[in-house]
């Protein structure tokens, strides 16, 4: 799951990203609405936390934005303001669920993860591979019935492709998704968890989901031959 923050209050939105970050989440922060729209209409996000007063940008100008784009990501506004007025007007430019400030930070929590889980999304929240099963609300994973232990990092790695199975991915685009815009380091910490991945969740079995794509990647299916 990859999520963007617009916050333009520092403090505030450091907390909630490291938060969120400890929930295993990949999270992307903008501090002004230019840029938190620029982010959005370039990156495909689950879901979006937006402030409504944003330099730049209004919150609401740039959730009007998202709605023409056709942006599929759930949208959490978070605003100061507190009159019923506001909120028809939120939910009418297409905000998904609304916080005032200031907020308990288990309650945003709990209300992203509501967002994250509810239909219609893209996405089911149970994703199979073979005999690989994924939940993507408890971050539980199994093979042939067996749980495996992933580390975060593991887990949104195996979510990505399993998102994707059948699909190349290059390095890029696994960059890209997984670790989220503040990950400045090896160019090679793709294949590294690869290979971490795989000593999980294919050494004990004939079938090898996670292959590599010479050249182009890495690809998860149980296919014969991708
Ligand atoms: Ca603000």
Redesign the pocket.
Known sequence: MRLLLI???LKVADVIVRGLRAERFAVDVAHDGITGWQMASTVEYDLIIL????PGLSGTEVLKRLQRAGSSAAVLVLTARDSIGDKVTQFEAGADDYLTKPFAYAELIVRIKALLRRPPTSHTYIVRVGDLELDRLTQKVRRAGRRIDLTAKEYALLEYLAANAGRVLTRTMIMEHVWDESFEGLTNIVDVYVRHLRAKVDEAHETKLIRTVRGAGYCLTDEADP
Do not use: I, K, S
């Open positions: 916050e333009d209050e402030d409504l007063m944003l």
